[in-house]
């Protein structure tokens, strides 16, 4: 099977991301070298943002999220892509894309999010308890299970109200992977 090909520039952690990309997509990509960016990468991924579009795409792990949200941070209408924790995990306990198999490289890809502007939330804190994705027991599971779907990365419940307005993931959708969840 031929590779898929990414236009965008693809971010990531470091050359063991950036080679088992290169063995799951065709692609080009902006190393980050840890999570102390600096300066000349920041300024790397605004021209790519410029020329052809970048996409995040770090590691599911603490210094990953940082990573992702320094850039969020200077370039918030940047593209996502996410990882489940569960399929970027190495046979000696790694963590990161360079454990993950093609497979879930490639499905990563293909449901990239782009952050909207949020003028009006259209998720609210009523909504979050309402559907149990905070204030019961059942509610970090229920969220684990929505973010898996969407793809999305594990967030507690301010963060996925956050990131459910920012990606304008619509009521509709959410509530059919919740009716997933519960079987209904």
Same mark, same amino acid.
């Given at each position: ?6 236009? %965008? ?5 470091g050359? $063991? $991301? ?20 600096? *300066?000349?990468?920041?300024?790397e ?7 052809r ?7 599911? $792990? ?11 941070e ?5 593209? %996502? ?11 000696l306990?790694?963590?990161?894309? *360079?454990?993950?198999?093609? *497979?879930?490289?490639?499905?990563? &890809? ?9 003028? %009006?939330?259209?998720?609210? &804190? ?9 204030g019961?027991?059942e ?15 594990y967030?507690?419940?301010?963060? &996925?109200?956050?990131? &459910? ?14 009716? %997933?969840?519960?079987? *209904?």
């Amino acid at each position: 099977m031929e590779k898929p090909v990414i236009k %965008e520039v693809i971010i990531v952690e470091g050359r $063991d $991301d950036t080679r088992r990309l290169n063995e799951a997509v065709s692609c080009e990509t902006i190393e980050t070298n840890g999570s102390a960016i600096n *300066e000349t990468v920041l300024k790397e991924i605004e021209v790519a943002l410029a020329t052809r579009g970048a996409i995040i795409f770090t590691d599911p $792990d603490f210094p990953g999220h940082k990573i992702r949200n320094t850039i969020l941070e200077r370039f918030p209408n940047i593209k %996502e892509a996410f990882l489940p924790r569960e399929k970027a995990k190495g046979r000696l306990g790694g963590i990161g894309i *360079e454990h993950a198999s093609i *497979e879930a490289i490639r499905e990563s &890809l293909s449901q990239v999010y782009t952050n909207m502007p949020v003028t %009006e939330e259209t998720i609210t &804190l009523a909504d979050m308890t309402g559907w149990g994705l905070s204030g019961s027991t059942e509610a970090a599971v229920r969220r684990r299970y929505l973010c898996d779907r969407l793809n999305i990365g594990y967030a507690n419940a301010g963060q &996925l109200r956050k990131k &459910l307005n920012r990606y304008n993931i619509d009521k509709a959708r959410i509530l059919k992977i919740l009716k %997933e969840f519960t079987g *209904e």
